[in-house]
């Protein structure tokens, strides 16, 4: 394996670092969706682990992964983030938070099942530390400014996205609950503001307090 790593891969890969790129491009036609040789992508990262020897007085050892970091690892969270905050942007500009929340659900869980499918373990922690950035993080003021519309609605499973998504951002659910308690206060006050004139129109006011009582049932059951 020292061999090889200085007679095949350091010319192939130490300039222009033709086999990373080849790689790299064949992650962005599945996240694009097309179908690839997983077996392949794991074989060639299983080669940059594989290439972390130290010449031992006990002979070769797998020492680290000092070369699977610096020639994939590295340039492909990269690369995520790139691809990422495009499709993000891209997404935004045609569709509403609701829909974008279920992608962004939806491409975690995509980057999950690649870690288990080929690429090194090691890579999970970063990877999907940096997708939540991208993914959550970056549009988490989109959402929020959102939640207000959800909760009229009534717009459950969306709430719960928005829930599960922020729940991985450290504090992240703080702000939601800061906007839930706003407008739970602010669909309050305008409806008990107009008690006089429900009472002039002869309108029952417990019509307020079933009003107030649902939003308050909203914050139980999803905060």
Known sequence: MIQWKSIVFDP??????????????????????????????????????????????KGPTVSSLNVYEQEFETPFIQATVEF??????????????????????????????????????HTREALIA???????????????????????????DDIRRMYSLLSRLDNGLEPMRMSFEGTIRD?????????ELAKEEGDDIELVTDAVATLSELFEKYL
């Open 12 to 57: 192939i890969n130490k300039n222009d670092h033709k086999l990373t790129n080849a790689l790299l491009r064949l992650i962005e036609d599945e996240r694009t969706g097309s179908t690839i040789d997983q077996d392949l992508a794991k074989k060639v990262i299983e080669s940059f682990v594989a290439l972390g020897i130290e010449n031992t007085p």
């Open 84 to 121: 990422y905050k495009a499709e993000a942007r891209r997404f935004l500009a045609d569709k509403c938070v609701a829909e974008y929340m279920e992608k962004a659900e939806e491409r975690l869980g995509e980057e999950e099942a690649r870690v288990e499918r080929y690429l090194h373990n």
């Open 130 to 156: 940096k997708c939540e950035q991208v993914l959550i993080q970056e549009h988490s003021e989109s959402m929020l400014a959102e939640l207000p519309k959800l909760l009229v609605d009534e717009s459950e």
């Open 187 to 195: 669909v309050a006050l305008a409806r008990v503001g107009s008690e």
